[in-house]
């Protein structure tokens, strides 16, 4: 059984991750949508077209377009399911616990970045 030195505050970081979920949640749907036939995945959205279908040659400019949005919608969705993955910890009462050590993690870092599952001295892994 772990003893908490510090009552962790989750009212609190379960707000930070909330608003942050809302805030990547709107950055996805700006580059991606969801796969209507995954609601857990996001697909990148494909480069903005001038409405000019007739030209089915993709240009270099949209391929790369494509990769950004790609890249960018990876990052996100990274993002995304470490704020789902902390505040599923919230709720069951882990959070806060490094997932390396079982130390309870700084409040610094949890200051710095709510959805941490690791202490300082294990973040580099
Ligand atoms: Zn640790």
């Known amino acids: 059984m772990i003893v908490l030195m510090i009552e962790i505050d989750t009212n609190k970081y379960k707000k930070l991750l909330e ?14 949508h969801i ?12 480069p903005k077209d001038k409405e000019d279908d007739a030209d089915e040659n ?6 790369e377009a494509y990769e950004d949005n790609s890249a960018i919608l990876k990052e996100l969705e990274i993002r995304f399911n470490e704020i789902k ?20 993690i700084e409040i610094e870092r949890l200051d710095a970045n709510p959805a941490a599952v690791t202490c300082i001295a294990d973040m580099k892994h």
């Open 58 to 63: 993709i240009t270099a400019d949209n391929i």
């Open 19 to 32: 608003n942050e979920l809302k805030i990547v949640t709107d950055e996805l749907k700006s580059v991606g």
């Open 85 to 104: 993955v902390a505040l599923q910890k919230i709720t069951d009462n882990k959070y806060g616990i490094c997932e390396k050590c079982g130390k309870q």
């Open 35 to 46: 796969n209507p036939s995954n609601p857990a995945d996001w697909e990148a959205n494909p």
